[in-house]
């Protein structure tokens, strides 16, 4: 009885081991270029990124976030200044993710996924709950500290407002500009670090279509729905249409 206890254990372990290495293999670099109080950056993050990563999927993503954007970095004696497309609340909701991103976990992959599970809904939560006022604008860091399990979202403020940040701004800044070709828009997401205007345009409305175009091999069932809704949504913009021109 025993041996067949450890024998059905180590079993369970392998299978689970196998479907790990497999999610290893089949993952898609995705990296989000966006801004902290962009509009279009936060009905992205908010409406596809964020939902898609709330199931299996989540499985099938490495994911790198730059909150950078259009912005621009001016470097004096090791003193950086930014200048944001939607002003000095933007830039500061810009340092807090990228404070974030390093601080929280030590800047680690949550353990069996290609990204930080607490990092993201924080930031996705920052993206949600923040009213924009101008210069006043202040994001809601301790509601969503409280609500995603950040442990110190002190820390994480203190560095938003300490050069940390600013050089950590700085990095994420230059991975941007190192894009090719150069960013014109934000969002933009880069699948397997090669831009392709069509897959950007389709992630912005349907991520999880885009996303499983990159996934090689049996697929998720989220890939199903999403071609299934895609193709109702087809059809009835089809009959729409030719109920329209019947009418007409």
């Given at each position: 009885?025993?041996?067949?206890?450890?024998?059905?254990?180590?079993?369970?372990?392998?299978?689970?081991?196998?479907?790990?290495?497999?999610?290893?293999?089949?993952?898609?670099?995705?990296?989000?270029?966006?801004?902290?109080?962009?509009?279009?950056?936060?009905?992205?993050?908010?409406?596809?990124?964020?939902?898609?990563?709330?199931?299996?999927?989540?499985?099938?993503?490495?994911?790198?976030?730059?909150?950078?954007?259009?912005?621009?970095?001016?470097?004096?004696?090791?003193?950086?200044?930014?200048?944001?497309?939607?002003?000095?609340?933007?830039?500061?909701?810009?340092?807090?993710?990228?404070?974030?991103?390093?601080?929280?976990?030590?800047?680690?992959?949550?353990?069996?996924?290609?990204?930080?599970?607490?990092?993201?809904?924080?930031?996705?939560?920052?993206?949600?709950k923040v009213k924009p006022d101008g210069?006043?604008?202040?994001?809601?860091?301790?509601?969503?500290?409280?609500?995603?399990?950040?442990?110190?979202?002190k820390g994480i403020e203190n560095c938003?407002n300490h050069p940390d940040g600013s050089?950590?701004?700085?990095?994420?800044?230059?991975?941007?500009?190192?894009?090719?070709?150069?960013?014109?828009?934000?969002?933009?997401?880069?699948?397997?670090?090669?831009?392709?205007?069509?897959?950007?345009?389709?992630?912005?409305?349907?991520?999880?279509?885009?996303?499983?175009?990159?996934?090689?091999?049996?697929?998720?069932?989220?890939?199903?729905?999403?071609?299934?809704?895609?193709?109702?949504?087809?059809?009835?913009?089809?009959?729409?249409?030719?109920?329209?021109?019947?009418?007409?």
């Amino acid at each position: 009885m025993i041996r067949q206890v450890v024998v059905t254990a180590v079993f369970l372990f392998f299978n689970v081991y196998a479907q790990h290495d497999d999610h290893e293999h089949h993952r898609v670099t995705v990296t989000v270029y966006y801004e902290s109080l962009c509009p279009d950056s936060i009905k992205f993050f908010t409406k596809q990124l964020y939902p898609s990563l709330q199931g299996n999927l989540s499985n099938y993503v490495n994911l790198t976030l730059l909150p950078y954007g259009k912005s621009k970095t001016t470097n004096d004696l090791n003193q950086y200044e930014f200048q944001c497309h939607h002003g000095p609340a933007e830039c500061n909701g810009n340092r807090l993710q990228a404070c974030a991103i390093r601080i929280i976990d030590g800047g680690k992959k949550t353990e069996g996924l290609g990204y930080n599970k607490i990092t993201t809904g924080f930031i996705n939560c920052l993206m949600d709950k923040v009213k924009p006022d101008g210069n006043n604008t202040v994001f809601p860091t301790q509601e969503c500290a409280t609500i995603n399990h950040v442990p110190d979202y002190k820390g994480i403020e203190n560095c938003a407002n300490h050069p940390d940040g600013s050089r950590y701004l700085n990095d994420v800044g230059v991975l941007t500009a190192a894009l090719n070709p150069p960013l014109t828009g934000v969002p933009t997401i880069v699948f397997n670090k090669q831009f392709k205007q069509d897959d950007n345009e389709l992630a912005q409305t349907n991520f999880v279509q885009a996303l499983c175009k990159y996934i090689h091999g049996e697929k998720p069932a989220e890939c199903s729905r999403s071609s299934a809704h895609s193709a109702v949504s087809f059809n009835f913009a089809l009959l729409a249409l030719v109920g329209a021109v019947l009418f007409y």
